[in-house]
């Protein structure tokens, strides 16, 4: 019953846009989403196996530069991903299911790149809407910024992802390389929010030293979307950073 009352949801959100689909491309575009942000927990355990990524300038060139696998296996390399073979293989499974939806999919090719625009994205609010992220606990300021700021890195990444069947331009070739690039825009927009987050909690020291820690301590974790810190940690009831948990 609950099932019935959200697909039932989902179609209404979708007769509203004006857009005339047959249901059975309308059902696709939903699952299409749905599969990519699903797709995207497992790329984001991959990544976490790693004790540090970093997409500096450089790498982006050499990203933007890549044309094969190879390439890719080399960026990765210096970016300071070990498993690049596990990296490239969820990567893959992005672009399959592009490839597919592209396949199966025609008449959704018979509308205009911005009538497949309005779908796509109304399909990504369909599934945000339905699976809100979670994030740091915690009520402090710079919890709340980081909690915003990481879930809108996730959601990005999705957004970019789904928009690369928009036209069906490409291939699988081509699709690796994009979906290599939303994979890298999403981990440097992930290490600004934790730079900016580390940022937050530290507080000017006054002449007299640091305050003394506060009324209860806040455990701070992060949920599979924002999976980005290898561990939690507490700040005390001003929302200073007093230790990490291992």
Same mark, same amino acid.
């Not at 990567?91 to 299911?97: A, E, G, R």
């Not at 992220?133 to 980081?146: H, K």
């Given at each position: 019953?609950?099932?019935?009352?959200?697909?039932s949801e989902?179609i209404e959100?979708?007769?509203?846009?004006g857009?005339s689909?047959?249901?059975?491309?309308?059902?696709?575009v939903?699952?299409?989403?749905?599969?990519i942000?699903?797709?995207?927990a497992?790329l984001? /355990?991959? @990544?976490n196996?790693?004790?540090?990524i970093?997409?500096? %300038? !450089?790498t982006?060139?050499m =990203?933007?530069?890549?044309? +094969?696998?190879?390439?890719l296996?080399?960026?990765?390399?210096?970016?300071?991903?070990?498993?690049?073979?596990?990296?490239?293989?969820?990567?893959?499974?992005f672009v399959?299911t592009q490839?597919a939806?592209i396949?199966?999919?025609?008449?959704?090719?018979n509308?205009?790149?911005?009538?497949?625009t /309005?779908? @796509?994205?109304?399909?990504?609010e369909?599934?945000?809407s %339905? !699976?809100?992220?979670g994030? =740091?606990?915690?009520?402090? +300021?710079c919890a709340?910024t980081?909690?915003?700021t990481?879930?809108?890195?996730?959601?990005?990444?999705g957004?970019?992802a789904?928009f690369?069947?928009?036209?069906?331009?490409?291939g699988?070739?081509p699709?690796?390389?994009?979906?290599?690039?939303?994979?890298?825009?999403?981990?440097?927009?992930d290490?600004?929010?934790?730079?900016d987050?580390r940022?937050?909690?530290?507080?000017p020291v006054?002449?007299?030293?640091?305050?003394?820690?506060?009324?209860?301590?806040?455990?701070?974790?992060?949920?599979m979307?924002?999976s980005?810190?290898?561990?939690?940690?507490?700040t005390?009831?001003?929302?200073?950073?007093?230790?990490?948990?291992?």
């Amino acid at each position: 019953m609950v099932e019935t009352k959200k697909q039932s949801e989902k179609i209404e959100s979708f007769k509203k846009i004006g857009i005339s689909i047959s249901d059975y491309t309308e059902d696709n575009v939903i699952a299409f989403s749905e599969e990519i942000f699903t797709n995207f927990a497992s790329l984001d /355990v991959a @990544l976490n196996k790693n004790s540090k990524i970093n997409f500096n %300038a !450089n790498t982006m060139q050499m =990203l933007n530069s890549a044309t +094969n696998e190879n390439d890719l296996k080399n960026v990765f390399a210096n970016a300071g991903i070990s498993n690049s073979a596990e990296v490239i293989a969820i990567l893959k499974n992005f672009v399959d299911t592009q490839q597919a939806f592209i396949l199966e999919n025609p008449d959704f090719y018979n509308l205009t790149i911005e009538e497949q625009t /309005v779908l @796509l994205n109304t399909s990504v609010e369909i599934y945000i809407s %339905a !699976n809100l992220p979670g994030g =740091l606990v915690g009520s402090n +300021n710079c919890a709340r910024t980081f909690n915003k700021t990481i879930n809108r890195c996730a959601a990005d990444f999705g957004v970019c992802a789904v928009f690369a069947v928009a036209g069906a331009y490409g291939g699988v070739v081509p699709g690796l390389l994009a979906a290599a690039y939303c994979m890298a825009t999403k981990l440097s927009c992930d290490s600004r929010a934790k730079e900016d987050y580390r940022e937050c909690l530290i507080e000017p020291v006054s002449p007299d030293g640091p305050p003394p820690v506060t009324g209860e301590l806040t455990i701070h974790c992060t949920d599979m979307w924002s999976s980005t810190v290898d561990s939690c940690w507490t700040t005390d009831s001003n929302g200073k950073y007093v230790g990490r948990l291992n």
